[in-house]
């Protein structure tokens, strides 16, 4: 938690939601949170969702690392966007820290992509690897996806977490790998419904042409409740 202190820490803040509107009144672009274990295929589902839907939407992409630009590299050397709709913040500590504790990089980078590239419609922001626990500050995003793959084994969802559990979208990526890691998936989809209720489900497999299409339709639907808002 962060308490302002304005005369003893003036570069403390309390952030609060983003404020859905720019100064000219338009509305600003949506901003979706990736987070999930490492390798689960987050920066998989950045890139597949940036050739998806690019032709179409005006896009940017902020990555956290800890200590280096290995995602953000990843994305430009596939060419996934111009280059100069891609940022890399790195984060130095717990990737969770930069996402939910003090976001300020994080606002910052999206903002001056906003700047930069704007108008945008959608910026899509990847957390570093973590565990179950990490979960974005709603200040930083408007709703996240929880990418969790499985090969991390077929009890992750039973395991929980705020990530797994409170999430606008779970992907559960690399379906493909499930006859050989002796995966059920049915077994996943329900353990998953167990701990979420009605909230979404997408099984996912981005070693496939076209894969990512449940994923794409999720943040279709999403923009265009934004935008209708
Ligand atoms: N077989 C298979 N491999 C995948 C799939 N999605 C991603 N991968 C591979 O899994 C590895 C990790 O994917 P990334 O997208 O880098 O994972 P990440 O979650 O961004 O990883 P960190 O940022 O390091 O936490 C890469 O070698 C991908 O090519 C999939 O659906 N099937
Ligand atoms: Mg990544």
Redesign the pocket.
């Known amino acids: 938690m962060h308490l302002d202190h304005p005369d003893t820490y003036p570069h403390r803040h309390t952030y609060t939601a983003a404020t859905p509107t720019r100064p000219d009144g338009t509305r600003r672009a949506l901003r979706i949170g990736?987070g999930?274990?490492?390798?689960?295929?987050?920066?998989?589902?950045?890139?597949a969702l940036c050739r998806a839907l690019r032709d179409q939407l005006s896009i940017a992409v902020v990555?956290n690392?800890i200590y280096t630009r290995?995602?953000a590299e990843?994305l430009l050397r596939n060419a996934v966007l111009a280059p100069e709709r891609i940022t890399a913040v790195e984060t130095g500590a717990c990737?969770h820290t930069a996402i939910r504790d003090d976001i300020s990089a994080n606002l910052e980078a999206v903002e001056d992509l906003e700047d930069s590239v704007g108008p945008l419609d959608l910026v899509l922001v990847?957390?570093?690897?973590?565990n179950l626990t990490a979960t974005f500050s709603k200040g930083l995003v408007d709703a996240q996806i929880f990418?969790i793959?499985v090969?991390g084994g077929d009890d992750i969802p039973r395991k929980g977490g705020p990530g797994l559990t409170t999430a606008d979208l779970l992907v559960v990526?690399?379906?493909?790998?499930a006859p050989y890691v002796g995966v059920d998936l049915e077994g996943m989809a329900r353990d998953a419904k167990a701990q979420r209720g009605e909230l979404p489900v997408a099984f996912?497999?981005?070693?496939?042409e076209g894969?990512v299409a449940p994923v794409r339709d999720w943040v279709l639907e999403r923009l265009a409740a934004w935008a209708a808002a």
């Open positions: 990736l999930g274990p490492v390798g689960s295929g987050k920066t998989a589902t950045v890139a990555t690392d290995e995602d990843f990737p990847e957390s570093g690897g973590d990418v793959d090969a990526n690399k379906t493909d790998l996912t497999s981005l070693a496939t894969g």
